[in-house]
């Protein structure tokens, strides 16, 4: 009896080859036309940019004109007559903007700092403790962003000098310690994490704190970041609360510093120029940087 061949396996084929030439040309293809639609959607893009732009290239610009550049008319838009980095040095020995730009540094640092940790313990025990009255609790740290902050600065300017901290660092901190927005982002962040990750902790046998520092924490990086600098930038661009509570150049932060750089008889708007561009170089750091943060930061709790 014949035996009939069996039938030969078919070979693998190889991957043909991608030509780089023919990937980049089918690309191009895939690009979508250059209508008119699009050109005048980047037109107007453009020229939003540049309106909301504009300010922050004249006082950088306007910080190294001299009398002769800044009070032209028409305004002039580049230092024609040479740049002069006179206005910095004038600014920072006319008053003690250093050592003011030093207590903004402080003073936002343990705001943002006080901020972090009061809401990271807040939203953990709202979300993972058994606690009495949990919606209670929320909504009253909800209620508590709703009172305008005028509305509470006499009561907290007087115990702060019944406790004799006028004119210290503590009196700049201590009232914004603590926020409700903290709590309330970090509360939606934590809601959105499984619950098998808790009971995974505690059968290993990790407690409250190692499990927090442990495991919420690194993941919730990107939240953390966006309310470190949503923390950071609110503290740095104080000034009423300031004003209020110090009394000496001394312990003055740097928003009052660039007032005290305009002076009647001999205004200069170049020194208030860069004091105000040394002002705001932090913030525009923390924007620039910390954007995605923000971005992935104010996101996280909103699908679970």
């Known amino acids: 009896m014949s035996r009939t061949a069996a039938p030969a396996a078919p070979q693998a084929e190889r991957p043909a080859k991608q030509d780089p030439r023919g990937t980049a040309s089918l690309r191009k293809r895939q690009r979508r036309p250059l209508t008119a639609g699009r050109v005048l959607t980047y037109a107007a893009l453009t020229l939003g940019a540049a309106v909301v732009l504009f300010p922050v290239y004249f006082g950088f610009i306007g910080a190294f004109m001299g009398p002769a550049d800044i009070n032209a008319y028409p ?35 343990l705001i943002t700092l006080g901020q972090l940790v009061t809401s990271l313990f807040a939203a953990y025990a709202l979300v993972f403790l058994k606690v009495w009255g949990k919606a209670f609790w929320f909504g009253l740290f909800l209620c508590s962003m ?18 004799g901290l006028i004119n210290t660092v503590p009196a700049l901190v201590l009232p914004f310690l603590a926020h409700g927005f903290g709590i309330f982002l970090l509360r939606q962040a934590f809601l959105s994490f499984p619950t098998e990750l808790w009971e995974a902790a505690r059968i290993d046998g990790a407690g409250h704190l190692r499990f927090l520092l442990s495991v919420l924490v690194p993941l919730s990086k990107p939240t953390l970041a966006a309310l470190g600098i949503w923390s950071f930038l609110s503290a740095w661009n104080m000034y009423f609360w300031p ?54 930061g104010l996101t996280a709790g909103s699908i679970k």
């Open 75 to 109: 305004a002039s838009l580049w230092p024609f007559n040479g740049f002069r980095a006179e206005n910095f040095t004038g600014a920072l020995s006319s008053i003690p903007l250093g050592r003011q730009y030093m207590n903004s540094v402080v003073m936002a640092g």
């Open 146 to 163: 709703m009172v305008p902050a005028e509305a509470i600065i006499i009561p907290n300017y007087l115990t702060m000098s019944s406790a």
């Open 243 to 296: 004003l209020l509570v110090t009394q000496t150049p001394q312990m003055q932060t740097i928003q009052i510093g660039i007032t005290q750089l305009r002076s009647a008889d001999n205004f200069n708007a170049g020194l208030v120029l860069a004091g105000t561009v040394l002002a705001i170089i932090p913030t525009l750091l923390l924007v620039v940087f910390g954007q995605r943060f923000i971005v992935r």
